[in-house]
């Protein structure tokens, strides 16, 4: 009876990140109360209660936002124990929550869109959907390459990370990768207030994303044909750049990209003073206006082969 029940819930586990994923790409995030935004607000007190210029706060931080999160996740899989629909409907709306990569696709679209029609005021205004660079100086083609960027790095962060985690961990899995995430982009940056507190939330979502990224930078070396690339010259690109980025993640999407497109991407980044120069990854020219459609074609590509990869681990772990 108990390896039937494991097989039952292993297989509704399944069932509900498909449907979770479905109800992504058919609606994308929700407008208003969206459960990570409200982790945000929630984490955002906290951080003003207890911040201090130590690490040891930020460990403490970032344990208590992943940890309540994990925890939440856990008694969610143990109440619905027993009730396959439940189990399957919990899974479904977790999935849900923290995937991103319906409306990562739509807002490289609304990029594209602007700046095909020479509206550089509108494209400026959304690409802070898509980055945290100032955009109030930068013309089309430093839009385009952030926005070709931006698409390749958070087809990792935004779908291929939580689905990898929730293949292994189920609900939990989903609920804590996405926590670490978002503590991450609240304060794992470098600058004065957080070169210290927000340490432990980077090196933790460093670790999360470690295998996720490779994974999506595979995929899109697999999938380069879908935009008319080279899988060999993908791993090529891949080999001598991934490397190169000072994140150990986000270069390795950034190159695969970079392989796939034909692009070189890289260079001067503003991040509302704070100038960074990255190195350049890729042998092609800088990203045109078409590169960015064909971004978000390989983002799709890539997002649905690692939703049916995810969707098949959990079906083969309710089959064992």
């Keep these: 009876m108990g390896e039937n029940a494991g097989v039952i819930r292993s297989g509704a586990v399944a069932v509900g990140m498909a449907v979770g994923v479905g109800v992504d790409a058919m609606v994308g995030d929700p407008r208003k109360g969206h459960p990570v935004a409200v982790f945000g607000s929630r984490a955002a007190a906290l951080e003003r209660r207890i911040y201090r210029d130590s690490r040891l706060r930020g460990v403490l931080f970032a344990g208590v936002c992943a940890g309540v999160v994990a925890g939440i996740g856990v008694l969610a899989e143990r109440a619905s124990r027993g009730r396959p629909l439940v189990s399957a409907a919990v899974t479904a709306a977790a999935t849900w929550a923290v995937l991103g990569g319906t409306t990562l696709a739509r807002e490289g679209t609304h990029m594209a869109n602007a700046l095909e029609r020479d509206d550089i005021t509108a494209a400026r205004r959304r690409l802070p959907h898509l980055c945290g660079r100032d955009p109030s100086e930068l013309q089309s083609p430093e839009l385009a390459r952030a ?174």
């Design 147 to 320: 926005t070709v960027e931006s698409i390749a790095e958070n087809t990792s962060d935004a779908v291929v990370a939580p689905l990898f985690w929730g293949a292994v961990a189920g609900v939990p899995g989903l609920l804590a990768y996405r926590a670490v995430n978002t503590l991450d982009a609240m304060v794992g940056h470098r600058s004065p207030r957080y070169a210290r507190f927000g340490w432990a939330s980077a090196r933790l979502d460093d670790l999360a994303n470690y295998l996720p990224a490779r994974v999506t930078a595979l995929l899109t070396a697999a999938l380069a044909p879908v935009v008319g690339g080279s899988p060999y010259t993908t791993i090529t690109v891949l080999a001598r750049y991934g490397d190169r980025h000072p994140s150990p993640n986000s270069g390795q999407c950034e190159a695969a990209f970079a392989g796939a497109l034909g692009v070189r991407l890289g260079g001067v980044n503003n991040y509302a003073g704070r100038v960074e120069r990255r190195p350049e990854l890729g042998d092609g020219p800088p990203p045109a206006l078409p590169d960015i459609r064909r971004s978000v074609r390989l983002a799709r590509a890539v997002s649905w082969t690692a939703a049916g990869l995810a969707i098949l681990v959990r079906h083969f772990r309710a089959g064992r």
